[in-house]
């Protein structure tokens, strides 16, 4: 497979050194130890280590009554009071405290390594690391696979470079997910509706098993009724993936769908099961 790779390489091409990986934050774009634009996504809170934006310090630190927790809570103009003043107060804390800075972290030579970018869509980046040795079915701990991970993102131009690898599109990981499992394991709303299907129709033309299921007994089919995935629902059903198969509850696809509120997709599973 590697030797795939080197021919498939262009001689002009520069790929990446790994040391040039993550040097800077992908959210607010700052260098390695400056400081995050405050409340960036990748910012760490240094009260409980967990996300800034998403932790629940805030009204417990400032010590906030009831309306100015609901205030926070809604979170509508931090250019108006009261809001502006909690969270200029809430800055002034975080100074004190000290704020947690941007570190960059090494790109592992491993499984995670290249499971990783996959997830991501830095195909430069996992193409060095093949290059570095890194096998393209690498699997972590619970034998989860590059494809999978892109997959699972979205990250169709990947998604198709592994395909043409050489990524097996049978592999299975401790859950019994394959990588069409797992390319609609995620809501539609979540990445471009018709990139979601995009990758289905890619590892369908390279062998997807459209029936396979995983440990509960879930089809893709069942997978993407249940996400509300529309196009891969109607790819899926046009490709002769069958609507009455349950799962281990004796659940259908359409079932799944009414489920979750997906009206639309449950008519269309509909007529394929009367």
């Not at 629940?56 to 609901?70: D, I, Q, S, Y």
């Not at 030579?109 to 690498?138: K, M, N, Q, S």
């Not at 089809?219 to 993407?224: E, W």
């Amino acid at each position: 497979m590697l030797s795939w790779f080197k021919r498939s390489t262009k001689p002009e091409e520069k790929l990446p050194e790994l040391s040039e990986w993550n040097r800077e934050c992908d959210d607010c774009q700052v260098e390695d130890g400056d400081l995050h634009e405050l409340f960036c996504t990748r910012e760490r809170c240094p009260f409980c280590g967990g996300q800034l934006i998403s932790c629940n310090c805030l009204p417990e630190v400032l010590h906030l009554n009831e309306t100015e927790r609901r205030v926070v809570d809604e979170y509508v103009d931090d250019e108006v009071e009261p809001l502006k003043s909690i969270m200029a107060r809430w800055k002034s804390t975080l100074g004190e405290k000290g704020r947690v800075p941007f570190r960059s972290t090494p790109l592992t030579v491993d499984a995670d390594g290249v499971i990783l970018t996959a997830a991501r869509g830095e195909l430069f980046f996992l193409r060095r690391l093949l290059v570095e040795g890194v096998p393209v079915d690498a699997t972590n701990e619970v034998n989860y696979t590059p494809l999978m991970a892109a997959a699972r993102s979205s990250q169709i131009e990947v998604v198709r470079f592994l395909l043409e690898a050489g990524a097996d599109v049978h592999r299975r990981d401790q859950y019994g997910h394959t990588p069409l499992h797992c390319a609609v394991g995620s809501p539609a709303s979540r990445f471009n509706d018709e990139t979601q299907q995009s990758c289905v129709q890619e590892l369908v033309e390279y062998g997807a098993e459209l029936e396979a299921k995983d440990e509960s007994g879930s089809t893709p089919l069942m997978g993407a009724a249940w996400f509300g995935c529309l196009r891969a629902v109607q790819y899926l059903l046009d490709k002769g993936a069958s609507a009455k198969i349950v799962d281990s509850k004796g659940r259908t696809a359409e079932s799944l769908a009414w489920e979750r509120g997906h009206a639309e997709i449950a008519e269309i599973l509909a007529g394929r099961t009367s």
